[in-house]
């Protein structure tokens, strides 16, 4: 048997095959019992072994994991000395790892912003910029991202959703977003123009009908007068949208504003929303909107908690994507504020913590989305914030990986299991201890295949070196 710790890659044709032959050799799998020999397959199978696996779950961590992958899949999982790898299978030894499923970011807007060259324009939203933005979600282990309603090319947004490709992370996206109006701002505002308008019912339901025929599943609204300056999506029009949507076997996703977040977040509760990519934002949640949450158990939050400051600990991730020059002034710029005293985190931050905590405790499902624009790294800086608010470490993991999948309808993402994808990471310190070891990554495995993490350092930084 071979050993090997690092790169290679499947031919198509072996991964065809050998896909072929697990559906019929599965069952086999399962008949095994302890110590067995599994048989059968081989040729370019995987075993990695000795890890401590955390399944995403929530279920308690196998501290000697083993698990064989296959083509793009988990084939078996289980106990190290449970069964004994088929011939041929290449051995990875993990001892002193950790395995987590990879993440999944439930909310972005990439595309808009270069994060090479630092500017916000509908010129950037170019698929060499897009497929930059998923392989950094790769590169910081995100297997899947979606992307909330601003697509400035909603042809090219649909082409890279139905494309498989190889190393990066999958994108998701709802189309184009529902707003009152296609939202105003100034001429230099990117996303100006971007959503739907729909200001009667008939205009919401047929932006409705045309996401569906562009193959969408989640419609986005944005319940927002964003501070006075645009009108809001009425009560009236979101409700006939949830209505065509969920009749068209849809889901939908509100943004709730600053201003008034609790009052049209329990409306938009009553109306039959399905999920909140923001957390209420305006006050404290009161007792009438936890009822109103333990009411409807099955519509989850993606709180995107407001940007903490970056830290020390950011900045030695970010360094490995970002060029000198922008983590030079990133440290400056935490110098300062270290310099200041300015380590408290803000009214803002410490309200939607409570909120948080509140929404958690009534049961309400928890998701994971970052609102971000192209800055991947953020869903660990949103796992640290989880924790920062009181989560635990692997309720923080559980919310990004298995809830965000199923909550996507990713089915085949989120758990390390036989039959899922085989996309996870692999981290050199337990994230259980300290959240922020979910940066410590030695490798990520994305469809079976590890991901060239030196050949993209090397593209963004120069070096190849950590
Ligand atoms: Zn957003």
Redesign the pocket.
């Known amino acids: 048997m071979l050993t090997l710790r690092s790169s290679f890659v499947f031919s198509g044709g072996a991964m065809a095959r050998t896909r072929l032959l697990l559906h019929v050799l599965l069952p086999a799998f399962l008949a095994c019992s302890q110590g067995e020999r599994i048989e059968g397959v081989g040729e370019g199978a995987l075993w990695f072994e000795g890890a401590r696996l955390i399944v995403g779950d929530g279920s308690a961590p196998i501290e000697s994991a083993a698990f064989l992958v296959q083509a793009d899949s988990f084939v078996w999982v289980g106990r190290q000395g449970e069964l004994q790898p088929p011939d041929g299978a290449v051995r990875v030894d993990l001892t002193g790892a950790t395995v987590i499923p990879a993440l999944i970011d439930g ?3 990439i595309g808009l912003v270069d994060v090479r060259t630092r500017t916000n324009a509908k010129s950037n939203y170019t698929r060499d910029n897009l497929v930059d933005q998923l392989d950094r979600y790769a590169y910081y282990g995100v297997g899947a991202a979606l992307s ?2 601003l697509e400035a090319d909603r042809e090219l947004a649909y082409q890279l959703r139905d494309e498989v490709m190889p190393g990066t992370a999958r994108f998701l996206t709802v189309g184009r977003g529902i707003a009152a109006t296609p939202m105003a701002g100034p001429p230099t505002e990117a996303r100006l123009g971007i959503p739907y308008g729909a200001a009667t019912e008939a205009e919401g339901r047929a932006a409705v009908q045309e996401l569906r025929a562009g193959g969408v599943s989640f419609v986005k609204i944005w319940v927002d007068d964003r501070g006075g300056s645009v009108p809001k999506l009425q009560p009236e029009v979101y409700r006939a949208i949830i209505a065509e949507a969920h009749g068209l076997g849809m889901r939908v996703l509100a ?1 709730v504003g600053q201003a008034s977040a609790l009052a049209d977040a329990k409306d938009l509760l009553v109306a039959g929303v399905d999920g909140f ?1 923001h957390t209420v934002r305006d006050r404290d949640v009161d007792e009438e909107y936890l009822r109103l949450v333990r009411q409807h158990p099955d519509v989850w939050t993606g709180p ?1 908690l407001p940007g903490t400051p970056v830290t020390q600990v950011d900045l030695a991730a970010l360094s490995e994507t970002l060029p000198p020059e922008q983590v030079a002034e990133m440290r400056a710029d935490l110098e300062r504020r270290m310099a200041q005293g300015d380590t408290v985190p803000s009214e803002l931050f410490q309200l939607q913590c409570r909120n948080l905590r509140r929404i958690h405790d009534a049961g309400m499902i928890l998701g994971l989305g970052t ?1 971000g624009t192209g800055d991947a790294f953020g869903v660990h800086q949103e796992l640290a914030d989880y924790t920062r608010c009181g989560l635990t470490p692997h309720e923080a993991i559980v919310a990004a990986t298995s809830t965000n999948a199923r909550i996507l309808r990713l089915e085949r993402m989120g758990t390390v299991a036989a039959g899922r994808s085989a996309d996870f990471i692999v981290l050199e310190s337990n994230p259980l201890d300290d959240i922020t070891n979910t940066r410590r990554i030695r490798e990520v495995y994305l469809r079976g295949e590890p991901v060239d993490r030196a050949g993209l350092r090397t593209r963004w930084t120069g070096s190849g070196q950590p």
């Open positions: 909310h972005n807007h909330m309603g943004h990519v995107n609102d």
